[in-house]
């Protein structure tokens, strides 16, 4: 299974998706409704989006809610799995990093 969006016109399931756009540190990132946060960042091409204390990138892990290594803060919400998150059309999400002392 890929990440990357497949746009509709290409689809040979047809389906009908209601497109939405999230902010994620700033810049415009399109999505589509039933997308968690987490697949709407990796159809993005981003692999992860946070910084552990020991300066590894981190993303997806265990992709189920268990492991917190999603985490970002979502409309000034800390701590939020992106991974357990639906996307909601005008979602701001900034990236945390324990190294730049902006939360985790
Ligand atoms: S990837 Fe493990 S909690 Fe989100």
Redesign the pocket.
């Known amino acids: 299974m890929s990440p990357h969006l497949i746009r509709p016109e290409a689809d040979p399931v047809g389906r009908a998706d209601r497109p939405l756009t999230v902010t994620v540190d700033g810049t415009p990132v399109p999505g589509v409704h039933g997308q968690t946060l987490?697949t709407v960042l990796l159809a993005d091409g981003r692999t992860h989006w946070r910084t552990a204390p020991t300066g590894g990138p981190r993303?997806?892990?265990?992709?189920?809610?268990?492991?917190?290594?999603?985490?970002a803060t979502v409309n000034d919400v800390p701590d939020v799995?992106?991974?357990?998150r639906p996307a909601r059309d005008g979602d701001v999400v900034t990236t945390q990093s324990r190294l730049t002392g902006n939360a985790q």
């Open positions: 987490a993303g997806v892990f265990c992709g189920i809610g268990v492991c917190f290594d999603c985490v799995r992106l991974c357990r």
